[in-house]
């Protein structure tokens, strides 16, 4: 994606967690990792080991000295932080805070997203510097998240709001939905045996019995390997019935 945010890891304390971060980023498509002050310097072998093939961010990851200077070029600042802190200022969802940044960056806009050290989060300095306070709704008796969780929440809303995200999908395999001639056939198939097996009686009612089965059998989201599995099972049952011949 050309049009995407910034990611900013203010401080992070531990290889691993950059590594897991970087990783939860590449999962929804996004690279443009920064790093401000990472506590054990930089680069960190420990965090290429929990990266799991998204080294690349990690090699081109940008390191800054500070915040202010790993933000400077962003129009809009948003900060994950558990508490707004009295602070008057903006706070959202990831779920609005994503579609707010999409809308930002489709309008030409350059976004930065704060993360916090594993510790404590982000200080009241960081969230100062942000226009909106991004706060996960989260069980208030324990607010914390891992720094990578929370990167993974946030990659994955921004996901949700910049790609057509089917939200239902039903995959009819390698040889597609059954037809509705195919649907019919197999139709006929049972109700010719049921009707020998004498199933629709009485007779006044057997007419709406016919129309119920059909029915069942159009609402069924059939593939072309279910109506094949279907036949074979009606064929078994007929010849266990009738017995060698």
Not at 101 to 107: E, I, K, S, V
Request: some cysteine; proline content about 8%.
């Amino acid at each position: 994606m050309d049009r995407q945010p910034a990611f900013v890891l203010v401080r992070p304390q531990m290889g691993e967690n950059i590594g897991a971060a970087a990783r939860a980023m590449w999962n929804f498509g996004l690279d443009r990792m920064r790093l401000v002050a990472p506590r054990d310097g930089w680069p960190n072998p420990a965090a290429g080991a929990t990266a799991s093939g998204a080294g690349r961010l990690l090699d081109a990851a940008q390191l800054h000295d500070d915040t202010p200077a790993a933000i400077a070029d962003a129009t809009h600042v948003y900060a994950t932080t558990a508490r707004p802190r009295g602070m008057t200022t903006p706070v959202m969802s990831p779920e609005r805070a994503m579609a707010d940044a999409a809308a930002r960056l489709a309008g030409g806009e350059r976004v930065a997203i704060l993360f916090g050290p594993e510790r404590a989060g982000l200080e009241n300095d960081d969230i100062a510097r942000a226009n909106t306070i991004i706060t996960v709704p989260v069980n208030p008796e324990f607010p914390s998240l891992n720094l990578a969780q929370c990167v993974l929440l946030t990659a994955y809303e921004w996901r949700r709001q910049a790609a057509a995200v089917p939200h239902e999908a039903v995959v009819p395999g390698p040889d597609g939905r059954a037809e509705a001639g195919e649907v019919a056939r197999l139709a006929d198939h049972y109700e010719a045996r049921l009707d020998e097996a004498g199933f629709f009686f009485p007779a006044h009612k057997a007419g709406s019995m016919r129309r119920n089965l059909r029915n069942l059998w159009s609402r069924m989201p059939l593939t072309k390997a279910d109506v094949r599995i279907f036949h074979g099972i009606l064929r078994q049952l007929v010849r266990h019935r009738d017995g060698p011949r």
